[in-house]
């Protein structure tokens, strides 16, 4: 079942950061070329070695619409088909972090509940270590360390000792060995001194910071984190993503983090899959992901106003404008136009006249913001 | 020895989910005092009840024999079975509420020993509630006979497995209607008045009685006054086949139970129903 499974991503190109699979309906036309490296994967599409802990091929979720018997029970309907997640493949290799990032409704949680045994998939497989999270879900269970969005899977009526002692002996941790190892997960996640205190009466950075020891105390194969700092300060979010980096990195976890930080996501340097109501849109690094995508806006200042405003006239057919100031103007070029084809556009005399130009790199919020407002048929508007 | 590492496996769990209810149950301390006290509080109203009873001299004329003694063996034999009953779908409601059903469903733990793990210290509060009844009511003048302990609690064991089976019945549909308590509510209230708690079931129109013989409560507890009172009514149930009702009833019920709560988690992981509440 699993080479068969693996052997099917044999069929798919891995055209840069866009998804295609020929003979399928996909995400548009393969607008960028070039091979994305895929973690732990050889050429044919078999795991290269056994560090592949994560291997999700195909995988499909599709909500269907609640059966009218269903209303005599409760009336949370789904009246349409939901289509949560659809063909999605990712692998993450033993220490490697793979950021999960999407708007919401993108497939996220639903990606991440199929691989906790929460939720079945519709189609395709996911592995964790090579066991299905399906069909071997318990043995799944024992290699993930999950945490959820929100801090209600925590016992607030327990203290942090009891959350991680209940949690421990249903691991089958022994007794004598568990009390040494919740003390080091609590001091590994800054709560050390805590033992006694009630995760009622914690903060909610501070239970944020329990459910993530919580998820490393069984020292797991597979770390799941559904947006671990929503609810961490700025400071709490830096100093959590570096300990997290740093135990997954030293214990060669697997670690998928979601996160609606995008300065996070940069932070963490770490493999980007972008998802797109249930499709993968772009799946690499973020360097790759700029390559491809962010065109700097290129900024001129003149030493007049009157020389920015026919400037203004001369570059509006090559680029989008905007004047941050009246000395300033910015152009986002179509594509194809460079740095050169604007300069000679604006000619010797204004030319004398420009004070600076620079390049300014977009955040990576527009260059997101590019991608999931672009309509798959639009794809190639992209470039 | 090979059933040894799985036997040490769920002790290890029953423990854990054991202590876990009993911190938080100890983390309310008045509530739980003023539920223990609320539960001893019909020995002492029935008291009263029977001394009335008796003061009309009912009693002789009736087949209950010492009406008290057989009212507070029939109170805390329902209470520990309605515990049974009810435990684990209370448990799964506030788990369901709180979210922290979800942390126990991926915890490596067979969903089908969930039932059973989620009610082992409400029955545990079930047994002690029991006993406090019987405790109380001994101390008012209830007259026990102690002889017939042994086979007492093999047939509230199996009391307690059939109780608990309706209840996990009732928690499949809690899974998927995420509500079901006045379901079974109405299945406590029917197993009270049929099953014969504070009256003999002979009183119960002859139409009527069969329903009674549908309900657990009432084989237990008839098996218990004949093994506990000093001087049991007449019976209105023969042991052999109050046993032998029992055990199919367990046979059944667990039977269709126990798939059927699984069935229910399957249809909730595949529609996405779980995290709901």
């Given at each position: 079942?699993?080479?068969?499974?693996?052997?099917?991503s044999?069929?798919?190109v891995?055209?840069g950061?866009?998804?295609?699979?020929?003979?399928t309906?996909?995400?548009?036309p393969?607008i960028?070329?070039?091979?994305?490296?895929?973690?732990?994967?050889?050429?044919?599409?078999?795991?290269?070695?056994?560090?592949?802990?994560?291997?999700?091929?195909?995988?499909?979720?599709?909500y269907e619409?609640?059966?009218?018997?269903?209303?005599?029970?409760?009336?949370?309907?789904?009246?349409?088909?939901?289509?949560?997640?659809?063909?999605v493949?990712?692998?993450?290799?033993?220490?490697?972090?793979c950021?999960?990032?999407?708007?919401?409704g993108a497939?996220?949680t639903?990606?991440?509940?199929?691989?906790?045994?929460?939720?079945?998939p519709?189609?395709?497989?996911?592995?964790?270590?090579?066991?299905?999270?399906?069909?071997?879900?318990?043995?799944?269970?024992r290699l993930?360390?999950?945490?959820?969005?929100?801090?209600?899977?925590?016992?607030?009526?327990?203290?942090?000792?009891?959350?991680?002692?209940f949690?421990g002996?249903?691991?089958?941790?022994?007794?004598r060995?568990?009390r040494?190892?919740?003390?080091?997960?609590?001091?590994?996640?800054?709560?050390?001194?805590?033992?006694?205190v009630?995760?009622?009466?914690?903060s909610?950075?501070m239970?944020?910071?329990?459910?993530?020891?919580?998820?490393?105390?069984?020292r797991?194969?597979?770390?799941?984190?559904?947006?671990?700092?929503?609810?961490?300060d700025?400071?709490?979010?830096?100093?959590l993503?570096?300990?997290?980096?740093?135990?997954?990195?030293?214990?060669?976890?697997?670690?998928?983090?979601?996160s609606?930080?995008?300065?996070?996501?940069?932070?963490?340097?770490?493999?980007?899959?972008l998802?797109?109501?249930?499709?993968?849109?772009?799946q690499?690094?973020?360097?790759?992901?700029?390559?491809?995508?962010?065109?700097?806006?290129?900024?001129?200042?003149?030493?007049?106003?009157?020389?920015?405003?026919?400037?203004?006239?001369?570059?509006?057919?090559?680029?989008?404008?905007?004047?941050?100031t009246?000395?300033?103007?910015?152009?986002?070029?179509?594509?194809?136009?460079?740095v050169?084809?604007l300069?000679?556009?604006l000619?010797?005399?204004?030319?004398?006249?420009?004070?600076?130009?620079a390049?300014?790199?977009?955040?990576?919020?527009?260059?997101?913001a590019?991608?999931?407002?672009?309509?798959?048929?639009?794809?190639?508007?992209?470039? | 020895?090979?059933g040894?590492?799985?036997?040490?496996?769920?002790?290890?769990m029953?423990?854990?989910?054991?202590?876990?209810?009993?911190?938080?149950?100890?983390?309310?301390?008045?509530?739980?005092?003023?539920?223990?006290?609320?539960?001893?509080?019909?020995a002492?109203?029935?008291?009263?009840?029977?001394?009335?009873?008796?003061?009309e001299?009912?009693?002789?004329?009736?087949a209950?024999?010492?009406?008290?003694?057989?009212?507070?063996i029939?109170?805390?034999?329902?209470a520990?079975?309605?515990?049974?009953?009810?435990?684990?779908?209370?448990?799964?409601?506030?788990?369901?509420?709180?979210?922290?059903?979800?942390?126990?469903?991926?915890?490596?733990?067979?969903?089908?020993l969930?039932?059973?793990?989620?009610?082992v210290?409400?029955?545990?509060?079930?047994?002690?509630t029991?006993?406090l009844?019987?405790?109380?009511?001994?101390?008012?003048g209830?007259?026990?006979?102690?002889?017939?302990?042994?086979?007492?609690?093999?047939?509230?064991?199996?009391?307690?497995?059939?109780?608990?089976a309706?209840?996990?019945?009732?928690?499949s549909?809690l899974?998927?209607?995420?509500?079901?308590?006045?379901?079974?509510?109405?299945?406590?209230?029917?197993?009270?008045?049929?099953?014969?708690?504070?009256?003999?079931?002979d009183?119960?129109?002859?139409?009527?009685?069969?329903?009674?013989f549908?309900?657990?409560?009432?084989?237990?507890?008839?098996?218990?006054?004949?093994?506990?009172?000093?001087?049991?009514?007449?019976?209105s149930?023969?042991?052999?086949?109050a046993v032998?009702?029992?055990?199919l009833?367990?046979?059944?019920?667990?039977?269709?139970?126990?798939?059927?709560?699984?069935?229910?988690?399957?249809?909730?992981?595949r529609?996405?129903?779980?995290?709901?509440?």
């Amino acid at each position: 079942m699993e080479s068969t499974d693996l052997n099917r991503s044999t069929n798919r190109v891995w055209n840069g950061g866009l998804v295609t699979t020929p003979g399928t309906n996909h995400d548009g036309p393969a607008i960028l070329t070039g091979t994305l490296p895929r973690w732990g994967v050889s050429a044919d599409g078999r795991a290269a070695d056994d560090e592949t802990i994560v291997a999700i091929r195909g995988l499909g979720k599709v909500y269907e619409p609640t059966p009218r018997w269903m209303r005599l029970l409760v009336r949370t309907m789904i009246y349409q088909p939901v289509v949560a997640l659809q063909d999605v493949d990712v692998d993450v290799p033993a220490g490697g972090i793979c950021a999960v990032v999407g708007p919401n409704g993108a497939g996220k949680t639903s990606m991440f509940r199929i691989l906790v045994g929460l939720t079945t998939p519709s189609a395709g497989t996911a592995l964790v270590a090579g066991f299905d999270a399906h069909r071997e879900s318990p043995r799944v269970r024992r290699l993930v360390g999950w945490m959820p969005a929100e801090d209600r899977s925590l016992f607030l009526r327990l203290n942090c000792f009891d959350n991680l002692h209940f949690h421990g002996r249903l691991h089958g941790i022994e007794q004598r060995s568990l009390r040494p190892r919740i003390s080091q997960a609590l001091d590994q996640v800054g709560l050390g001194g805590h033992e006694k205190v009630s995760a009622f009466g914690l903060s909610a950075g501070m239970r944020a910071r329990l459910q993530l020891a919580r998820a490393l105390l069984t020292r797991p194969r597979l770390l799941i984190l559904d947006e671990p700092t929503a609810s961490v300060d700025p400071v709490g979010a830096h100093e959590l993503l570096g300990l997290i980096t740093s135990i997954v990195r030293e214990h060669r976890m697997a670690a998928l983090i979601s996160s609606h930080r995008l300065e996070e996501i940069e932070a963490l340097r770490s493999h980007v899959v972008l998802l797109d109501r249930g499709r993968v849109r772009f799946q690499g690094d973020l360097d790759e992901l700029r390559a491809r995508y962010d065109r700097p806006r290129i900024e001129f200042e003149f030493s007049s106003s009157s020389a920015a405003d026919l400037a203004g006239v001369l570059l509006t057919e090559v680029g989008r404008l905007t004047r941050p100031t009246t000395r300033v103007v910015a152009c986002d070029p179509r594509p194809g136009v460079t740095v050169g084809t604007l300069v000679t556009r604006l000619g010797a005399t204004l030319t004398a006249d420009l004070v600076r130009v620079a390049e300014v790199p977009l955040p990576l919020r527009d260059v997101l913001a590019k991608i999931y407002l672009s309509t798959p048929s639009a794809a190639g508007a992209l470039q | 020895m090979r059933g040894w590492p799985r036997l040490r496996r769920l002790a290890r769990m029953v423990w854990a989910f054991a202590r876990l209810d009993a911190t938080e149950d100890f983390s309310y301390p008045m509530a739980l005092l003023f539920y223990l006290l609320g539960a001893i509080l019909p020995a002492f109203v029935y008291f009263f009840v029977a001394e009335l009873f008796e003061s009309e001299g009912r009693a002789a004329s009736s087949a209950v024999g010492d009406y008290y003694t057989f009212l507070v063996i029939g109170l805390a034999i329902a209470a520990l079975l309605q515990s049974a009953m009810t435990g684990f779908g209370g448990r799964l409601q506030y788990a369901q509420d709180r979210g922290t059903f979800e942390t126990l469903l991926v915890e490596p733990v067979p969903w089908t020993l969930i039932p059973l793990l989620m009610n082992v210290w409400r029955l545990l509060l079930g047994v002690l509630t029991a006993s406090l009844l019987l405790a109380v009511g001994g101390l008012l003048g209830a007259d026990y006979r102690l002889s017939g302990l042994a086979t007492f609690a093999g047939v509230v064991l199996l009391g307690v497995l059939a109780s608990s089976a309706v209840g996990i019945i009732s928690a499949s549909l809690l899974v998927l209607a995420k509500r079901s308590a006045p379901v079974l509510s109405l299945y406590g209230l029917a197993a009270s008045l049929f099953a014969g708690t504070l009256f003999p079931i002979d009183l119960i129109p002859a139409w009527l009685r069969w329903i009674s013989f549908l309900v657990p409560h009432t084989y237990v507890i008839a098996l218990g006054r004949r093994w506990f009172m000093a001087a049991p009514p007449q019976d209105s149930v023969a042991p052999d086949l109050a046993v032998t009702s029992l055990l199919l009833f367990v046979l059944v019920a667990l039977g269709l139970g126990v798939p059927l709560f699984s069935r229910a988690l399957q249809y909730s992981r595949r529609t996405g129903l779980l995290s709901g509440y």
